[in-house]
């Protein structure tokens, strides 16, 4: 037989002793979600910064791959029938890469949905309109006391949150004529 998994739940590490310990515990979090929100403002900073340099050091890279690109694509297109030997093969294999000819799936595109809709039904194309059926959750929400009638139906309660709201007091801010 085997034996039971037991599940140990992790201890609570800071929990205040008096109100003076939750008091000084509440300006922690303030303190301590200050310090992480300009990490994070350092790390956003960063990346930015990364991100142009990158930008900045790629942006000729890009241009010549994307002229390179449209040169092989232009030979080849003039050149198709003899590298897929007469439209028998889709590619062709130069030794340094492949180039590949690929047919792309058919796709629909519709405006105006209520009219195509109207359409099909005119010329008798039911087969090109979809009918959904789905329980209307707000209306169950509305009436709950009837909803809850419903074999298979639980309405739960929103249940309640707990928030911890340290007092956050804006630094006076310096223009650059104070600060001379």
Known sequence: M??????????I???????????????RIGTL?????????TAEE????AGELLEQNTADLITELAE????????????RNSLT???????????????????????????????II????????????????????EAMLAEPDKARLV???TIKSAGEDFEIAPLEIAAPSISAGDAA
């Open 151 to 153: 074999t298979g139906v």
């Open 46 to 49: 960063s990346i930015r910064i």
């Open 2 to 11: 085997a034996a039971k998994a037991k599940s140990k739940s992790k201890a």
């Open 85 to 115: 030997n007469d439209g028998k093969v889709k590619f062709h294999d130069f030794g340094t890469g492949q180039v590949k000819w690929r047919m792309r799936p058919a796709s629909v595109s519709m405006r105006g949905v209520e009219a």
């Open 118 to 137: 109207a359409a099909c039904k005119k010329l008798g194309f039911k087969k090109f309109i979809r009918t959904k059926e789905e329980v209307n959750k």
């Open 33 to 41: 979600r200050r310090l992480i929100a300009q990490q994070q403002a």
């Open 68 to 79: 390179h690109e449209r040169g092989v694509q232009t030979w080849c297109e003039a050149n």
């Open 13 to 27: 590490a800071r929990v205040p002793q008096s109100r003076h310990d939750a008091v000084w515990a509440v300006g």
